[in-house]
């Protein structure tokens, strides 16, 4: 039998049982304590404490229990391996550590404030239940934006020289650019119409009214309708079309149009009767001088309900004058209109007059948010104060676009947008977007 020494026995004697859990530990970290005096290394300090948010003015070093010095408590909940829930416990640092780093003469040491348990138990919930971004809700988390192409002039050149390696982004002309064809592309609900007409000939309402219609139907995604209701022959399907091509085909008109429209129940039945500049669709007006001034307002209201069905933007060519039989029918269901005057005098005070019989005949609101065009047909002479004229008219609508003057314009054949000046190309593209503006 091994004789074991009498040291090893008092030491076996001496040792604490081991305990259980980590409550049994603590307690008998406690007893200790009180046995010896020394200071344990873990003690139990009531959970969760709240340390003052400033220390008093008047502390000073060594004032208090040295157990309150700086020392990091841990409020977290005990795993369940032990027991039921523990209170918090607070590490207690050596003593030789704590008498490394005096407090500042004069002041006592800072102790961050925690955040209360509430605080924090709703911050990890919170944390925890919000919705992850993902593709859908979120792409731009994803995905860089890409700065826009410079097109023309020397940012594009540099881009395609540089294979796109060096983008400084589009010029101040090309976001004007960009702006208006946004204004002009505008999804709209529902259906609406835009009457263009004027009191003099030969000032550029036909042309106006095809230059915009194709403008329209170059950037609208669903193709525009344009409705020649000119009582007197007009030729808009002719300066759509050019007029050896309208000859050639079936020339249909308004009128057949009018015959047959109870039979019409699709837009393939209503294709029949229209005629086709590009994405621009056209209602050619009657040819013939003994019926082509027979257009009604009732027959007109007709054409336009139908025309509604199909198409969300329409143009009225509505001839000259404001009296003959269609135009009560047209003024009643525009939603804008367009009022063509000509660099002169005299065509400057017709579209004056023109904007003050509609204000003083119940059109008062078409009136103030009509959009004057004034075309150089004839390329005036610098004795012409165009200014003057602008001036004139600029006060009485909501928009004046002047339209330079154009040979593709002023020769009274075909127009298309492939021929006419830049300058020309883009004040139709104003014209349309102040047309798109006053439908939203």
Not at 53 to 80: K, L, M, Q, R
Not at 258 to 270: P, V, W
Request: charged share 25%; net charge negative; glycine share 8%.
């Amino acid at each position: 039998m091994p004789i074991t020494p009498s040291d090893a026995v008092n030491t076996q004697a001496s040792r604490p049982p081991r305990r259980n859990s980590w409550a049994e530990a603590a307690e008998a970290a406690d007893e200790r304590k009180a046995a010896t005096g020394a200071v344990p290394l873990i003690r139990q300090v009531p959970a969760a404490p709240q340390p003052p948010a400033a220390p008093p003015a008047s502390a000073t070093p060594g004032s208090g229990p040295a157990a309150d010095v700086d020392e990091p408590t841990f409020d977290e909940e005990a795993p369940e391996d032990f027991g039921t829930e523990s209170p918090a416990v607070e590490m207690a640092a050596p003593l030789s550590r704590r008498s490394a780093v005096p407090a500042a003469p004069g002041s006592a040491p800072a102790v961050p404030a925690l955040p209360a348990r509430a605080t924090r138990s709703a911050s990890r919930a919170a944390a925890l239940t919000a919705p992850a971004p993902d593709f859908i809700s979120s792409p731009g988390l994803f995905v860089r934006e890409q700065k826009p192409r410079p097109v023309g002039g020397f940012r594009g050149a540099l881009y395609s020289l540089t294979g796109g390696g060096l983008n400084l982004g589009p010029s101040a002309r090309q976001r004007e650019e960009d702006e208006l064809a946004r204004r002009i592309s505008r999804q709209l609900q529902g259906s609406y119409n835009t009457a263009v007409l004027s009191l003099k000939g030969g000032i550029g309402k036909t042309s106006t009214t095809v230059g915009v219609g194709l403008t329209l139907a170059e950037f609208r995604g669903d193709p525009p309708c344009a409705i020649d209701a000119n009582p007197d022959s007009g030729d808009l399907v002719e300066r759509a079309l050019g007029e050896g091509i309208y000859q050639q085909q079936s020339p249909r008109t308004i009128t057949d149009l009018l015959k047959n429209i109870e039979s019409i129940d699709s837009l393939t039945a209503l294709a029949r009767y229209m005629h086709h500049a590009g994405r621009l669709h056209l209602i050619a007006g009657e040819q013939d001088p003994e019926v082509s001034d027979s257009l009604t307002a009732e027959e007109y209201l007709r054409i336009r309900k139908l025309i509604s069905g199909y198409y969300s933007v329409a143009l009225t060519d509505c001839g000259t004058g404001v009296t003959h039989n269609a135009m009560k029918g047209i003024l009643q269901s525009a939603d804008n209109l367009i009022i063509a005057a000509g660099y002169a005098v005299s065509g400057a005070k017709r579209a004056r007059s023109t904007l003050h019989w509609l204000a003083s005949h119940g059109y008062e609101e078409l009136a103030r948010n009509a959009v004057v065009v004034i075309t150089d047909k004839d390329e005036v002479s610098s004795r012409v104060d165009k200014d003057a004229i602008e001036d004139h008219l600029s006060g009485i609508c909501r928009q004046l676009i002047a339209v330079p003057h154009d040979r593709g314009v002023a020769d009274g054949d075909l127009v298309t947008l492939d021929v006419l000046r830049p300058e020309t190309r883009r004040a139709y593209r104003e014209i349309a977007a102040a047309i798109v503006d006053g439908y939203v």
